[in-house]
């Protein structure tokens, strides 16, 4: 007895570290969403975005890079539709690269890059929709963006990672990216 409590090393000392260890890995490559920020974000950041055979520049002020793990990330940004026709300028405000599978809202969407855009809900006084098209402006899918009556100082575009959600406001309206 007096030999194994001196030992250096004990057996479920060793065991502990293994399994301690092992869970860190596993925290890191499971871990929730977060923002990146400097380098990474600017190599991340295209001038421009291609839509529908329009080049339309991204605000950089107004875009946000996000990690879930290992090549999981998520680009979103507000575009600068200003000069364009106002088909364009209707349909679109913003963009989003993914390298993930993703759930914005109730929208599947796979690896791709999107734009985005809003309109009014029938009927609703503050309730929009939120439409997400392909390169080619098809249709990708349609969800609710929620108003938050409680936001004190909305911004053009607030994306708050929270763990393994991430709240994503434009102005007062609300969707969630799983």
Known sequence: MQRFAHSRWHPALIAFLMLFSAGMVWGQTHAGW???AGVKFKKALPRSFYLEGNAIPIERYHAVLLQKGPRQQVLIGLLA???YSSDIRQKYI???ISETPIKLGAI???VGSFGFGLSKAPGAHHALIFHVYNQAGQSQGTT???WD???RHPTPLRVLAQGTKVLIF???HKLVLQ
């Open 34 to 36: 977060h923002r990146l």
């Open 81 to 83: 539709t200003s000069g």
């Open 94 to 96: 913003g963009m989003l």
């Open 108 to 110: 599947h969407l796979g």
């Open 144 to 146: 609710k963006a929620v």
């Open 149 to 151: 009556a409680a936001m």
């Open 170 to 172: 434009i102005g007062r």
